[in-house]
């Protein structure tokens, strides 16, 4: 018989693993930061550090959603539930660890913690970084931006600046009467029902962005789905290693300390790239990539 | 010159994100984790919001943050919530202090001394 992994140990099955993988679920490893990190024409880049590891939206995915916003919401909030469905795996799959020795304990939980970012990675923000690509009309929010701001120069004969957006823009996108009726006037008809349809497709990102947030506070008091998973499952990691330092390699304990003062989000994503992954004693990172093995 | 224009000192500038004005107490949010501090009618001060941070969105009566445009969290969320958002200020958590009074000019995208 085969050697058990650190979750079977606790009862999570290849059988389980295929199920999750027959759903849908994607984990891939290493986490690995884009070559073709997304960039925009003048060179700026995007202001979240995590985004580089984030995968990109393909060529055809983009081409998909900048011609239907619609299919864009529903596919980023299916996979949303499917991940919030995951995270709850995840958290009843955490809550096993106890029983397990330090040595284990550790292992088990930075394999949850890899699986739980990963798959936010592949089935969360693979579409919710692009909703604040405005500013980049090569993205699906920005293409459409850019059509709501030549039109409202057209009417009023100012740029949208970045910076300080004039206050009807600001009316506009709350879909103002009174501003509306104004820009009818000055638009022709063709350019009216383009305005109209621009503002159908920004509603739409927007509206997206508001069902993401019901869908991950639902039933939640003072958090939502990845607080109540993700942070647990950090700070049990955290305390664990605290109680056994030698788990950590001679002399790297110091790189890992820093780590843990980042933002939890960033922390989370520094743990689990390799060069860290290797500052753990051997056998951890070795049952580690076993277990993420099974998930591939 | 708008008449409700504050009289008192600009301590801020930002990208105005949702449009108001109002007066309050400043709460620094720097960790969602944090959330739970926050009480209702305080203005969210943060770096920027994502979901997480709904829970404290939810009681704020305005937001400001560090950076941000017209489409991130705390503007779409504010807008929908018709509550005033300041975003892409820059140094609002530096500036700003807990407890400190400030009043949030949305039109312009000021922030003065309350």
Not at chain 2, 58 to 64: D, E, L, M, P, S
Request: charged share 30%.
């Amino acid at each position: 018989m085969k050697d058990k992994t650190i979750l079977e140990k606790i009862g999570i099955s290849d059988e389980v693993v295929k199920k999750w993988k027959k759903e849908g679920l994607k984990i891939t490893y290493p986490i690995k930061q884009n070559l073709n990190w997304f960039k925009s024409a003048d060179g700026e880049v995007f202001w979240e550090n995590a985004d580089k590891f984030v995968p990109l939206l393909t060529k055809k995915e983009t081409k998909l959603y900048i011609k239907s916003p619609k299919r864009f919401r529903e596919d980023f909030l299916k996979n949303l539930r499917f991940y919030r469905k995951f995270c709850n795996f995840v958290d009843k799959t955490q809550k096993r660890t106890e029983k397990l020795k330090a040595e284990e304990k550790v292992t088990a939980l930075l394999s949850l913690i890899y699986l739980f970012q990963r798959a936010m990675d592949y089935h969360y923000y693979h579409w919710d970084r692009y909703i604040v690509y405005e500013e980049y009309p090569q993205t699906p929010v920005g293409y459409w931006w850019q059509k709501i701001k030549d039109l409202y120069t057209k009417v009023t004969k100012k740029k949208v600046l970045k910076q300080n957006p004039p206050e009807d823009f600001l009316r506009i996108l709350v879909l103002d009467k009174e501003i509306l009726e104004k820009f009818r006037k000055h638009l022709s008809k063709n350019n009216f029902l383009q305005l109209q349809k621009t503002l159908k497709a920004i509603k739409i990102f927007q509206d997206a962005q508001q069902k993401e947030a019901e869908i991950i506070t639902r039933g939640m008091v003072n958090a939502n789905i990845f607080v109540n998973t993700g942070f647990p499952m950090l700070d049990k990691f955290w305390k664990e290693l605290k109680k056994h330092p030698e788990l950590v390699k001679k002399g790297d304990l110091p790189k890992i300390k820093k780590i843990k003062k980042l933002h939890p989000i960033i922390t989370a994503r520094r743990l689990l790239l390799i060069p860290t992954l290797k500052c753990f004693d051997e056998e951890i990172f070795f049952q580690f990539k076993k277990e993420i093995q099974r998930w591939l | 010159m708008n008449k409700n224009m504050p009289k008192q000192r600009v301590i801020l500038r930002g990208t105005p994100a949702s449009l108001g004005i109002v007066n309050g107490k400043v709460k620094i949010i720097l960790d969602p984790k944090e959330c739970k501090k926050m009480k209702k009618g305080e203005i969210l001060v943060t770096e920027m919001t994502d979901p997480l941070y709904m829970p404290a969105i939810r009681r704020a009566k305005a937001i400001v943050t560090n950076i941000g445009g017209l489409l991130c969290h705390a503007a779409i969320t504010s807008r929908e919530l018709k509550i005033p958002c300041i975003v892409n200020t820059k140094k609002a958590t530096k500036i700003l202090k807990n407890g400190q009074k400030i009043i949030v000019y949305a039109i312009k995208g000021e922030i003065y001394e309350g």
